[in-house]
């Protein structure tokens, strides 16, 4: 059995392929000394391109809560979006969602939620071309979501106070050749998402 942490593994994944990755830590291996007692963040990421592969993982004891995912993500160039989130259709996410919109395409709206929030701006949009990509990448990594976010993901300089496009699942895919068919098919879904907005 290895005793390599998970942020070791993609680390690693990241050499293999011959990309320069980030870790929120200098040190050689993979351990976050905690800046304070209350909240810990361990987070790797790396650029295919022109999109970002993020792996992220908090803990905060306080609240006891945890938020741990990763995605391939992207700018959009414009400011004037509502934060937006797209999930697969489902029973209970039908029932659970909030600020639920609609998009006016019945065949986006019968597969697809969209939720938003904000004053201003609308939602991003995506073609059904793109909802049929993104249940096709669903199909092999579970729970999904295409997520539009102002400052999202401030802890990376590139993304900070920029808002961001990506696609993104709840835990870190360890797998390399998972991972090489996650940042294939998610880049090609992110760029053709932004090409639309």
Same mark, same amino acid.
């Given at each position: 059995? +290895?005793?390599?942490?998970?942020?070791?593994?993609?680390?690693?994944?990241?050499?293999?392929?011959? &990309?320069?990755?980030?870790?929120?830590?200098?040190?050689?291996?993979?351990?976050?000394?905690?800046?304070?007692?209350?909240?810990?963040?361990?987070?790797?990421?790396?650029?295919?391109?022109?999109?970002?592969?993020?792996?992220?993982?908090?803990?905060?004891?306080?609240?006891?809560?945890?938020?741990?995912?990763?995605?391939?993500?992207?700018?959009?160039?414009?400011?004037?979006?509502?934060?937006?989130?797209?999930?697969?259709?489902?029973?209970?996410?039908?029932?659970?969602?909030?600020?639920?919109?609609?998009?006016?395409?019945?065949?986006?709206?019968?597969?697809?939620?969209?939720?938003?929030?904000?004053?201003?701006?609308?939602?991003?949009?995506?073609?059904?071309?793109?909802?049929?990509?993104?249940?096709?990448?669903?199909?092999?990594?579970?729970?999904?979501?295409?997520?539009? &976010?102002?400052?999202?993901?401030?802890?990376?300089?590139?993304?900070? +106070?920029?808002?961001?496009?990506?696609?993104?699942?709840?835990?870190?895919?360890?797998?390399?050749?998972?991972?090489?068919?996650?940042?294939?098919?998610?880049?090609?879904?992110?760029? +053709?998402?932004?090409?639309?907005?």
């Amino acid at each position: 059995m +290895s005793d390599q942490s998970s942020g070791d593994i993609i680390v690693n994944y990241a050499k293999s392929r011959g &990309y320069k990755y980030f870790t929120s830590t200098d040190a050689k291996q993979f351990v976050v000394a905690p800046v304070d007692r209350i909240s810990k963040k361990k987070i790797v990421y790396f650029k295919v391109n022109d999109i970002v592969f993020v792996a992220f993982d908090s803990y905060t004891v306080k609240a006891g809560s945890t938020n741990i995912f990763c995605g391939v993500y992207t700018t959009l160039d414009r400011n004037s979006y509502q934060d937006t989130y797209i999930i697969k259709r489902e029973f209970v996410t039908r029932l659970f969602t909030i600020n639920k919109v609609k998009t006016g395409n019945s065949y986006i709206d019968k597969k697809l939620i969209v939720s938003a929030s904000g004053k201003s701006g609308k939602p991003i949009g995506i073609r059904e071309r793109d909802a049929d990509m993104f249940l096709d990448i669903h199909r092999q990594f579970a729970p999904l979501k295409i997520r539009a &976010y102002k400052d999202w993901l401030n802890d990376i300089k590139e993304f900070n +106070s920029k808002f961001t496009l990506g696609l993104e699942i709840n835990r870190w895919i360890l797998d390399f050749k998972e991972l090489d068919s996650f940042i294939e098919k998610g880049s090609e879904l992110i760029k +053709s998402i932004k090409k639309r907005n």
